[in-house]
């Protein structure tokens, strides 16, 4: 049971990671290319990576009740970086007034990721420069069009944060198996039906 | 203020804003499967460019919703750590359920929803906006039933110093989630059918061409106005003998608690007396032709929204000190962080979010002035700020 929830958490947040190059990618080099070309480009992915986001800390919650706490108010500025950095990229992407303010959400996304990686790497703050370079080269990929890169620069994006989160020991921080097993009835067949689904998302809106 | 304080004021302004967000969607949602039922069934033009149009207003009112829903998660775990701790078990069961059967599944079923816009078959394309709505609702149904258990917690053991689930069916019956459910559910039928009114009027104010199309919105406002409000009093009065029975005391919970839910109860009435009011004179137009009452419909466009605010503040303020009613104290739960990490973070976030609920505002009073027809629509036609 506890290797099937560090295996669903994985999944997910593997899913936000490499969804978020897209986005946060195409933000972080918004101000470098065509604005409404590349906004279009980045469309049918707006918000796709988010959900991602969510699920995977409502899995935490529920499943790593000890854990969840702990590691989110451990590091209560980074978040409020990264979501901060969130909000106003959100909005601005929306608003499509100026595209240095979206420039700015993104950085601040992923910056604050990258710092979350340090902090969960014990690692020295310039290590947290890994994120943005990383996302901002996926965006890159995925704005030229350059799909034999495409799954590397994807994985690149996707890997550190899961890996660096393999390290913490979980035992005694999970909730107990009749909570478990519940959840896992429902997240089981959820997320291939999530794949399935946002994958015609992309089908059909490139049709 | 101390680190409680803060991280109470921050949850209640996170909560606040991102329930205006929700009553929108779940009210426009449920006005959208009406209309786009009967562009499937008839296939006539004004339901569709119907559909179209008040679907672009919910699709941007969901889109910055969203974000304070991501901030709303991940407080739980930055500023009240000793919920997770204690109670993750029971409490987190529902809040998981609501983000992966309902939130993932509905973003995804809207984006489909979305994108798919004359791109599908229409008989699909209208089961993806069931699919939507059903999602959304169900959303509210997990959520009201994790709140309903820190009202009255049942279907739980209690094991060493946490919480553990013992009988998840309790959650689900649970008069506290029940009551409250039903009357959250027509709040936001109320509030779909006060915006409908409203922004129609307005359209009649400014003289809009668009006379059938605005004709056929208010009508469907008024009257959906007329229907919920009643039965949302009546599942509002019947949350009483609940909070005698659970939490005796909760009107001497503050001093002042009192005013909140006397002006929620007002508004209610109020609402419920014009829309009746209101019903006759939508016979051959009478009501636009008199003009004066338009003005009254734009003007009422926050009230419910006011109402529903004060209604959680009756219920969540009324149940101090307890986070988890007599299990655990609001004040114990809170994480072991400096008070002024969280008077940065209140700070931050306070200023987003007026500014996401002034964008908010931007966006939809932009689509709502140019009316029904847009273009061009590169994504979507659902889609216009994009
Ligand atoms: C005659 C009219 C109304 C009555 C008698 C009424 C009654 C109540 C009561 C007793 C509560 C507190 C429940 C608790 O503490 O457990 C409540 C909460 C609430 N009310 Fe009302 N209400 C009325 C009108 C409205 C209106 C017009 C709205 C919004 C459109 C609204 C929205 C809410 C919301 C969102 C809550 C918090 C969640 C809940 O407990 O259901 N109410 N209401």
Redesign the pocket.
Known sequence: METLWLVVLGVLTVGYFSLAGFDYGTGLLLPFRRRDETLRRMTPFFLGNEVWLVAAIGVLFAAFPRLEGELLSGAHSVFTLVLAGLVLFMAAVQLRLWSWLVFTGALMVSVGWGLFLAHLLHAPWPVALVMPVLFAVHGWVFQTRQWKLFPLTALLCALPIPLAFSSIDVTGLMAHTNTLGLLAWVAIPIIPLVVLLQWSIVAISSR | MSAADLARLQFATTTSFHFLFVLLTLGLVSLLVIMQTRYTLTRAPVHERMTRFWGRIYVINYALGIVTGIVMEFQFGLNWSGLATYAGDVFGAPLAMETLIAFFLESTFLGLWIFGWGRMNRWLHLALLYLTALTAFASAFWIMAANGFL?HPVGYRLDGNVLRLDDFSALLTNP?FTA?LT??VF?SL??GGVFLTGVSAYHFIKRTPEVDFFRRSLRMGVITTALATPT??GA??A??PV?AEYQPG?SEAAPWIGAP?GF??L???T?ATVSWFTLPLLIKDAVIRMRFPLYLMVIGIPL?FT??IF??M??EI?RQPWLVYGLLRTEDAVSHVDASQILLSLIVFTSLFVLLACVDWALIARAVRRGPDVAPAPVSPLVVTL
Do not use: D, E, Y
Request: no cysteine.
């Open positions: 009202q506290t409250a009357h959250v709040a109320t509030v949302l009093m509002g009065f949350q009483f909070i909760k839910l929620m109860i508004i209610g009435m609402l419910p109402a529903a209604g959680w009756f219920r009324g």
